[in-house]
């Protein structure tokens, strides 16, 4: 069973920047392809980045493309996401998620394809 735990959402203002962490336990951090969702309110919850088990491959939603990036560390067992030139429309929970890869280079993109979710950090960009 896999623990994800993220932190460093907060307050910030618009073109400014944030790095969410999200930590895992309780799995071997290296055989999970690992992603970044949203969800603002009254909106369906959406993939923004995610990154395979190697690292070797990410993807970005069009909306954040040029702006987040997406990293990880096997060593720490953490997953990062840096936003920058935020905007207001970025304002949602972010929620970190692992699924399971038989292969290195493969990420998810859907919901279904992460079984571990963490409980979220608000992002709140103002304009």
């Known amino acids: 069973q896999v623990q994800l735990v993220e932190s460093g959402g907060g307050l910030v203002q618009a073109g400014g920047s944030l790095r969410l962490s999200c930590a895992a336990s309780?799995?071997?951090?290296?055989?999970?392809?690992m992603g970044w969702f949203r969800q603002a309110p009254g909106k369906e919850r959406e993939i923004v980045a995610a990154?395979?088990?190697?690292?070797?491959?990410?993807y970005y939603a069009d909306s954040v493309k040029g702006r987040f990036t997406i990293s990880g560390d096997n060593a720490k067992n953490t997953v990062y996401l840096q936003m920058n030139s935020l905007k207001p429309e970025d304002t949602a929970v972010y929620y970190c998620?692992?699924?399971?890869?038989?292969?290195?280079?493969?990420?998810?993109?859907?919901?279904?394809?992460?079984?571990?979710w963490g409980q979220g950090t608000q992002v709140t960009v103002s304009s």
């Open positions: 998620a692992a699924g399971f890869s038989f292969s290195g280079n493969y990420f998810g993109r859907t919901r279904r394809e992460y079984s571990y």
């Open positions: 990154i395979s088990r190697n690292g070797g491959s990410t």
């Open positions: 309780g799995g071997t951090f290296s055989r999970y392809h």
